[in-house]
Structure formats: C-alpha cells, structure tokens
C-alpha cells in the first residue's frame, strides 16, 4: 500500500475518532444539561405550586382548578396531588405527544428527569403532596436538532480536513516521487543523481543514492578507460596511432560484406621508400617523426568524412578506406595534397618518393581480391614516380549519380511504399531467437533491383529523407508485427533520433501498442549516441517508458565513453563486427570483448555480437560473455 | 403516607439492609464520622466548637434507646439550652445563612432556621423517618395576642400520624406543645428532605445547580461534613 494511502487512512481514522469523540461528548453534555434544567424547573414548579395551594382554599374546585390552570399552561407529563395517606386528590396527564426525535435517537441519549416535588399545607395540617413531571420531547427535540447541526458540521470538517490533508501530503511528499524515481532508475541501473531534496528524511536517502550513482559512475568511467586503452593496444599502431593491420582489414572486410555500408568505394594504399634505407640514412627517430607526421596527416584527411578509415598495414605501407568515393572524385589529388602537406619536408631534402596507388571496389569483392588491385596501382605509380594511379576496374555503375536523381527515386519508392523489412536472426546464448534484426531494402523503380541501406542511405541523408524512410520503417515493422508475435529490431537513424517530430510521432505510433512495443527493439548507431547526447537520452526518456528496448549497434570505437551512458538505462549492446571478426585467433579482441561484456552487464545491458561469421565463433563469443549473436553463421 | 423514595428503598434489599444496620447502631452517625466532625469543629472552631460536637454526641447517645417522645424533648431542648438566638448578619454577616448543625453547633448561636435545621438533622439521626418532620415557615406574632408585630420564623413540625396535627419545635417558645395551642403562629408552607434526592439527585455534589437552592446547598455541605 502506498505512503499516501496510508496516511490517508490515518488522517481519516484521527478524523473519524476526533469528530465521533465530540460528537457523543456534546451531545451527552447537552444530554445531562437539558436533564439539569428539566429537573430544576421541575422542582422549582412544584414548590411554586405548591405554595399556591398551600395560601389558597383547598375545596376540591379550587385545587383542581389550580392543577389545570398550571396544567394548561404549561408543558406537563403530569400534574398529581397525593393526600397523606396516599390517595390521589387531582391529577393531569398529558395524553401521549409524537415524538420530536427518532424514536431509536431517543433509546440511545434517553432524557431522564425525575419528578419534582413538594408539600401542601392546609393550616397546621398537611394536605398532601404535589407531584409535577415537566414533558420531555422539547428536549428531546433540542438534542436531535443539536446533534443533527454537530452531524453536519462533521461533515464539513471532515472535507475541509480530507481537502487540506491531501494538499498538505502532496506538498510532504513531493520530494518523495523524486526519490521513488531515482530508486527505480537505479534499480533499473540508470545509475543518475538528482538535486538533494530540503526534507531531512529525504535528503539522505537521496544523499546515499547519489553516492552509490557517483561511485558506480567513477568505476564505471575506470573501467572504460582501461577498455580504452585495451582496444588502442589490439587495435591501433603504437608508432603512428593510426588502426594496426589487422584491425584496418577487418573494417575493410566488413564494408566489402555489410548490408548498410556504401555500395562501393576507394581503398587508397600509400607507400614509403624502404624503411631499412631511410632509417640508416636519417636516424630512426627522424624516420619514427616522419611516420608520425604522414599519419597525422592522413588522421586529418580520414576524418574530413564518415565512415572514413586510415591503417598502417606493415612498416612503409599506409591504406585510407573510402567507402561512398566513386572513380569520378577528386580524391586522389586530395589525398596526394595532404600527403604533400604532411611530409614535403622530407620529401625534398631526402629525395623521397612516396607512392600512392588507388583501387575502386564494389560490395561483394573479396578483400585480397581488392588488396591485389591496390598492390597493382602501387606499382604503376611507383613506375610512373609521383602521381596517383587508380585502378578502376570495379567501380558501381549505378544509374543515378546525381543528388536530384535518388531524390526523384528516392521520394517514387516512398511514395509508392517500395520498402520492405528483411529479417536476420539474432539468438541467445541456448540458441533461442532473442529477435529478428530486419534492415530496410528499397525499390527505386518498380520490379527494379531491391538496394541494401547501405547503397540508398548515404543519398537519403543528402536529400533530407531519412526521417520519412525511418517513418515508413517503423510502420511496416508495426504491421509485421501484428501477424508476426516474434520480436522484431528495427535500425534508426541518428536524424529521426534527433528530430522531435520524429520521435513524436514514433511514441504517439507504439502507445497504442503497448503489447507490441514491448516486443520492439531499437538500433541506433553508437556515433549518434555520442554525439547527440542529450537527443538521446530524450529520445529513451521518450520511448522506453512505452515498453520497447533501445539498445546502439556497431558498437566498438567509443567504449571509453560508456561511463556516459549509465544514466540512460540502455537495453543492450551490439558489438561491430570489425572487433568480432577473427576473434579466436585474437586474444587481445577476447580481452577487450570480456571487459566490454563486463562492464555492460553492470550497467545493466545485454552484449550482441554482429557478423559472427561460424557456429564456433558464436560459442566462443558466448563463453566471453555475450548474451547473443548474430551474423552470417548464425541462423 | 409513604415517599417514594422510601418506597423504592425498600425494594432494593441491598440498600434496606444497610439502612437498618446504621439504625441498629444507634443513629446514622457511626463513630468514624463523629470522630471526623469533632476534628473539623476542633480546627475550625476551637475548643468550645469541640466540646460542643463531644456534648451533641453525648446527647445522641443517651437519646439513642428512648421512645420518640423523648427524643423530641430531649433534642428541642439540647438545642435550645446551648444555642443563642442571633441573626444571620451577626453570626455570619450575611443576610440569610443557612448554617448547617456543625457551624450551629461551633458558633453556639443561630436564627430560627439554624435551629430547626439542626433539631431536623439531629432527630433524622436519631431514626425519626422524614415524612414525619416538616420545616415550617411561620408568620410569627411577638408580643401577645393582640400585638401587630410580626416576624418570619421557622419551625419544626413533628407529625405522629400523616392527617393529625403536628407539636412544634420552636426556639421562642422551648416546650413542645401541640400546633393548636401556637396561636401565636401562623403556618405558610412546609417542606422537607424527602424527593429532593430521587433519581439523579443521588450525587448533589456533581451538580453545580444544586448549590442554587439554599435547602440543598446546606444539605449538600451537611453531607461533605460527614452528615447524611
């Protein structure tokens, strides 16, 4: 039972008792007073009478005349005259009077009086006595009538007191909802603070919730920290910082694979003179500054776009990926600038050469397959010394290339409602479905070839129609769901994330499913999670109280940030597929996937693993702590 | 003729029981009580207020065995022999004070309905039944049958039987002498203790009203002195 019932109850039982306590009190004092007067006046008429009668003749007339006069005008039960030796001389009674009050008020506060008495004198003699019983229904009638006004103003005591008691304990227990809340956020690990409430009770609860938040969020922030750097050993170059091979040719292989990234793109290879030679000539800590500088230079270059990505694939070989670049940029001379700006120095006091060679792919090469066009550019560019060679055999040759076409397209298949939900399996650790993860396919043109997220996405973001695809997204995976009682994930985009008419529209769509919603799962891309901090709390502040689960996908460059996540009480992980892949053979993946798996339990979230390529590696995952897995060998 | 609160006693066997106890120890003063009104006389009054409750008590003693008669005489004159006829104003210094028999008795003086209060009390004691005894306002001739000055007095009236006329016990005149023979009296009203303490009147001293009446009022300080 709540607090406030429960005070409720008290402050109507205080009330109760209160009330009923003066209620019986007055009315039992207004009892023995109405008694009081009544038994004076009896006494005080009879001795008045009597002393009439005892100045009077006492001939039978004139008694019995006197008797009535006082009878008649008075209010008298009886008026009785009782000689000495017992006979009645005269008497009056009054025949019986309807009663004033309900005969049951009149059991339970009866009037009792006693009669009032008094001798007559007849000279020496006594003439006998008088007995007078004044009648008692006025004041009966006066009880009831005062019993009835206490009764009424009870009643409006009691409101009043129900009325300002519920004030009263809304404004008591105002600070108790905050502390009820933060109770369940951290129940839920959404590990947040909130301002000290000024009630003493209160204030140290919330006091000692704060502490325990701060404590979990500083072993948190630790704990990520030394992920952090776990993941930079596994999977950046000590020297220059940039991604280490096997890393590098691991995101390569996934834009080669993945449904959601580019349709195509460059794979840039730039390499340095012979290491051996240039350390002997100019020392290697010159060597070692100007690897540096290259790579920096590069970082800058990589991070101009998204999705970019730069790697040191052995001592003198650098790569940049560009997925979304197509054969017609200018990025060859962009990237031969950059490299230009980065080491020139060197380049011209020791006659260097750097050579860079380009190879163009399109999803679904393999990767040593682009690895030998890359190789082969080199070698024409370091033939034909100095400029970037591209070798453009795999280009995507798609119908549209400009923004306007995929935005006619793009608005046709809206229209038209040429999108479909495709479906992967995600399973837990018993191998049963935790959900289906269904990306979206689009139609450009009718019965034309259905285009992964990854080949329309990038065009939808520039043509500012992602919310609208995301819209449609939600909506088919609603009607899928309502023929289909599995669960389903969905994948959003960081723009629907940050746009409030989005997700006005999305909490307004799944509150009047609440038994599907709470069947829905939510991908957001952990970039926009970092990055759009606080449209992403909004957005599972918005959402999540509906009954659906929210959880980020391609989880894997940001896990030092975690720490910031506790306070939004976040359902699970995915992890990338970049940091999965070849896990058996890397212990230092395994590590950081353990730690990872750790940290994300205490915080509360279930740990996925993406593009699990073989039942194997699936067992191995789920020994390390993921709670599910997905991918190609997961069916 | 019989009260009903005499009636009533009798019903109640309990209550018949211990009224005839307290009369078979001679009178309704038990020596507890006695001992108690000394002590209060002793300090409020001094040595004469002490011997004064000693000597009543002697009286009530000797007059406990005797037949009514005597117990009228004996009483009438106790009383009229010890006490002195003085106004209220004097004693008191209030017009009208009804003294209870303890203060009579400590002051040694009281008016007329002093006197009759403490006879009244006295032969109620003494067993007298209270439908006999009735306290009398009389107008009283002084000076002969033919004076014109007259004075408010009280009496005792003594009834043997309910239609007869009564004796009076008076302080002007201190024989008993039958009311017919009291020319010089005239009766007004009578009453006495009977009915005022049927029903709810049981405990007067809860009732702050009864204090209102100046018969009960000294029935009620009679009572806290020790005097039923």
């Known amino acids: 039972m709540s607090l406030i019932r429960q005070l409720w109850i008290a402050i109507a039982v205080v009330t109760l008792l209160a009330f009923s306590g003066s209620l019986v009190l007055g009315t039992l004092s207004a009892r023995q007073y109405l008694e009081e007067q009544l038994r004076i006046k009896n006494v005080d008429n009879a001795t008045s009478l009597a002393l009439s009668m005892s100045q009077l003749p006492k001939d039978p007339v004139t008694v019995d005349l006197l008797l009535a006069a006082q009878f008649d005008a008075g209010h008298y039960e009886y008026i009785r005259v009782v000689g000495p030796d017992g006979k009645l001389l005269a008497a009056r009674e009054s025949k019986a009077v309807s009663p004033l009050a309900p005969t049951w008020f009149m059991a339970l506060a009866p009037i009792q009086v006693s009669e009032g008495s008094a001798q007559i004198q007849d000279g020496w003699r006594q003439f006998g006595t008088l007995h007078l019983k004044s009648l008692s229904s006025f004041a009966y009638r006066n009880l009831w009538h005062g019993t009835l006004e206490l009764l009424a103003w009870f009643a409006v005591g009691a409101t009043l007191c129900g009325v300002l008691g519920t004030a009263l304990l809304k404004r008591l227990l105002s600070p108790l909802d905050r502390v009820v809340d933060h109770a369940k956020a951290i129940g839920e690990r959404r590990f947040i603070t909130t301002p000290e409430s000024t009630t003493t009770e209160f204030r140290t609860v919330v006091a000692a919730m704060n502490q325990l938040s701060s404590r979990v969020g500083t072993m948190l922030s630790e704990e990520s920290a030394r992920l952090e750097a776990l993941r930079l050993q596994t999977q950046h170059d000590a020297v220059t910082g940039v991604l280490n091979r096997s890393h590098f040719l691991n995101i390569v292989d996934e834009a080669l694979e993945s449904e959601q990234a580019p349709a195509g793109g460059l794979l840039a290879m730039i390499r340095m003179p012979d290491l051996a030679d240039l350390n002997r000539e100019l020392g290697r800590s010159t060597v070692d500054a100007m690897l540096q500088k290259l790579a920096s230079g590069l970082t800058d270059f990589g991070n101009s776009q998204h999705g970019w990505a730069v790697g040191r694939l052995n001592g003198s070989d650098f790569a940049v990926l560009a997925p979304d670049a197509g054969p017609g940029d200018d990025l060859p001379l962009r990237l031969s600038e950059s490299v230009n700006l980065a080491v020139g120095e060197y380049m011209r006091n020791a006659e260097l050469q750097i050579a860079i060679g380009l190879a163009s792919y399109r999803r679904g090469n393999t990767l040593p397959q682009l690895l030998s066009h890359a190789d082969m550019a080199l070698s024409k560019a370091i033939e034909q010394g100095g400029h970037p060679v591209l070798e453009a055999v795999n280009a995507i040759l798609h119908p549209i290339t400009d923004l306007a076409g995929w935005r006619e397209g793009l608005c046709a298949a809206l229209d038209a409602r040429r999108l479909t939900l495709h479906a992967f399996p995600v399973l837990n650790a018993k191998g049963q479905l935790l959900h289906n993860e269904a990306p979206v396919r689009l139609q450009l043109e009718r019965n034309g070839e259905w285009l992964c997220a990854g080949e329309f996405m990038s065009w939808a973001a520039r043509a500012g129609l992602i919310e609208r695809i995301d819209l449609v997204v939600l909506e088919l995976a609603l009607a899928h769901m309502r023929k289909d009682s599995r669960p389903l994930c969905i994948n959003l985009s960081s723009e629907s994330m940050c746009s409030a008419s989005s997700l006005s529209a999305f909490s307004k769509q799944l509150a009047d499913l609440p038994d599907i919603a709470a069947r829905l799962w939510i991908d957001l891309p952990e970039t926009a999670a970092y990055a759009h901090i606080d449209a992403f709390r909004r957005f599972c502040a918005e959402l999540k109280p509906l009954g659906c689960r929210i959880g980020l996908e391609h989880v894997g460059q940001r896990v030092g940030q975690i720490g910031e996540l506790s306070e939004v009480g976040l359902d699970y992980l995915k992890i990338a597929r970049t940091i999965t892949r070849g896990v058996a053979l890397n212990t230092g993946s395994q590590t950081f996937l353990r730690g990872l798996a750790t940290i994300a339990h205490a915080m509360g979230m279930e740990v996925i693993a993406e593009g699990v390529g073989s039942a194997d590696e699936g067992k191995l995952l789920i020994s390390l702590g993921m709670d599910g897995v997905t991918g190609p060998g997961i069916s | ?228």
């Open chain 2, 1 to 228: 003729m019989q009260s009903r609160q005499f009636q009533s006693a009798a019903q109640n066997s309990a209550a018949a029981f211990a009224l005839s106890l307290v009369m078979l120890l001679g009178g309704a003063l038990a020596a507890p009580q006695f001992d108690r009104l000394q002590a209060i006389a002793a300090s409020r009054y001094g040595e004469a207020g002490s011997s004064a409750v000693r000597a009543w008590r002697a009286m009530l003693r000797d007059a406990e065995t005797e037949p009514d008669d005597q117990k009228l005489k004996r009483v009438n004159d106790f009383f009229n022999r010890r006490l002195r006829f003085i106004d209220d104003v004097e004693v008191w210094g209030e017009a009208d004070y009804w003294a209870t028999p303890l203060e009579t008795l400590g002051r040694g003086a009281g008016d007329c309905e002093d006197f009759s209060i403490a006879k009244y009390v006295t032969l109620k004691a003494l067993g007298i039944p209270e439908e006999r005894m009735r306290l009398i306002y009389v107008r009283a001739q002084l000076g002969g049958p033919y004076s014109r000055l007259t004075q408010a007095h009280m009496v005792l009236g003594y009834y043997s039987t309910p239609n007869d006329e009564p004796v009076v016990l008076d302080n002007l005149i201190s024989e008993i002498r039958p009311a017919a023979t009291r020319t010089d009296l005239f009766p007004i009203f009578s009453f006495n203790a009977q009915g005022l303490w049927v029903g709810g009147g049981n405990t007067p001293a809860a009732s702050p009203t009864e204090r209102l009446s100046r018969w009960r009022d000294v029935l009620n300080r009679m009572r806290e002195e020790g005097i039923e």
